[in-house]
């Protein structure tokens, strides 16, 4: 019998140093849900995820001691602040289920990924950012989804965006905005495999001010059977792979396809995404079990 550890950081008040956003709070729990639906199909797998800490028991150490009761621990949880990172610190590289801490590190920052991206040819929102004429956009250097991300018509307010974030000690990131379809690539990653499981269609708006809110996501953008897109995106997700050691298990990759310039990664996320949720009914195959599979696999 396999042991999992389901672990879900917003719900447990993992946010209590500030307000919790509730969409990001909706998609954790979601996330966490079908984590657990999947697994309870699978024979010789208990999963434990009805559990508290204890009073006055931080985060980290309530994930360390319930991770040593367990085979493995699968964590859902944002890069912001250096939570996925910390908490991979807690449970440790033989139980985590997921990427390794040195991908961790890098795909929570946006500069560092796109600095690692840039330098494997990965096209990037940065490529000709001196001679970019269009809108601009600034975010939080670590954050997750859409959260507090501005569109500026201009550069000289989207530099007094990031000043006034930067003096007020938010870590936040300047790149140029990038038109085209909002997408994301669902990957199942391990060592020197790599298999797009989904290419999906991401409902960003923008606002009057400025501010980009995301609205869901839909499976199946992409065709790979049919679109002559998918040899080129397959491309892309083997490129991105090379640039960043450590990808495992689940990974999500948000990109722009341009009209002109093809397929622009925006970010990485080193973890479960939203477009998780659904998926294994829509392919019709377990990702659990798959990814389980992955993890002994590397760990045999």
Same mark, same amino acid.
């Given at each position: 019998?396999?042991? !999992?550890?389901?672990?879900?950081?917003?719900?447990?008040?993992?946010?209590?140093?500030?307000? !919790?956003?509730?969409?990001?709070?909706?998609?954790?729990?979601?996330?966490?849900?079908?984590?657990?639906?999947?697994?309870?199909?699978?024979?010789?797998?208990?999963?434990?995820?009805?559990?508290?800490?204890?009073?006055?028991?931080?985060?980290?150490?309530?994930?360390?001691?319930?991770?040593?009761?367990?085979?493995?621990?699968?964590?859902?949880?944002?890069?912001?602040?250096?939570?996925?990172?910390?908490?991979?610190?807690?449970?440790?590289?033989?139980?985590?289920?997921?990427?390794?801490?040195?991908?961790?590190?890098?795909?929570?920052?946006? %500069?560092?990924?796109?600095?690692?991206?840039?330098?494997?040819?990965?096209?990037?929102?940065?490529?000709?950012?001196?001679?970019?004429?269009?809108?601009?956009? !600034?975010?939080?250097?670590?954050?997750?989804?859409?959260?507090?991300?501005? !569109?500026?018509?201009?550069?000289?307010?989207? %530099?007094?965006?990031?000043?006034?974030?930067?003096?007020?000690?938010?870590?936040?990131?300047?790149?140029?905005?990038?038109?085209?379809?909002?997408?994301?690539?669902?990957?199942?990653?391990?060592?020197?495999?790599?298999?797009?499981?989904?290419?999906?269609r991401q409902d960003v708006a923008v606002a009057a001010d400025g501010t980009l809110a995301w609205h869901g996501v839909r499976h199946g953008a992409v065709d790979p059977r049919r679109d002559?897109?998918?040899?080129?995106?397959?491309?892309?997700?083997?490129?991105?792979?090379?640039?960043?050691?450590?990808?495992?298990?689940?990974?999500?990759?948000?990109?722009?396809?341009?009209?002109?310039?093809?397929?622009?990664?925006?970010?990485?996320?080193? %973890?479960?995404?939203?477009?998780?949720?659904?998926?294994?009914?829509?392919?019709?195959?377990?990702?659990?079990?798959?990814?389980?599979?992955?993890?002994?696999?590397?760990?045999?």
């Open positions: 019998m396999q042991r !999992v550890f389901v672990y879900e950081y917003l719900s447990d008040g993992g946010a209590a140093d500030g307000p !919790v956003h509730a969409d990001m709070l909706r998609a954790g729990l979601a996330m966490r849900d079908a984590i657990v639906s999947d697994l309870l199909a699978l024979p010789g797998v208990m999963t434990t995820r009805a559990v508290r800490p204890r009073r006055g028991e931080p985060a980290s150490a309530f994930v360390q001691r319930m991770a040593a009761l367990h085979d493995r621990a699968w964590i859902v949880a944002p890069e912001t602040g250096g939570v996925l990172a910390q908490l991979h610190e807690a449970v440790g590289p033989a139980r985590w289920i997921g990427c390794s801490a040195a991908a961790i590190r890098t795909a929570s920052s946006k %500069r560092a990924t796109l600095a690692a991206l840039a330098t494997h040819g990965v096209p990037t929102p940065l490529d000709g950012a001196d001679a970019h004429a269009g809108a601009w956009v !600034v975010k939080p250097d670590d954050g997750a989804g859409a959260i507090d991300t501005r !569109v500026h018509a201009d550069l000289s307010s989207a %530099r007094a965006d990031l000043r006034q974030r930067q003096d007020a000690g938010r870590p936040a990131t300047l790149e140029p905005w990038v038109e085209g379809e909002a997408m994301s690539m669902s990957l199942l990653a391990g060592g020197a495999s790599l298999e797009a499981l989904a290419y999906n002559p897109r998918a040899p080129r995106l397959h491309g892309l997700a083997a490129a991105v792979a090379r640039a960043v050691p450590g990808l495992r298990g689940y990974v999500g990759i948000d990109f722009v396809w341009h009209p002109t310039r093809g397929p622009v990664v925006i970010e990485i996320n080193p %973890r479960l995404t939203s477009a998780y949720v659904g998926l294994s009914k829509a392919l019709r195959r377990n990702l659990a079990a798959a990814v389980l599979a992955l993890h002994a696999k590397e760990a045999g």
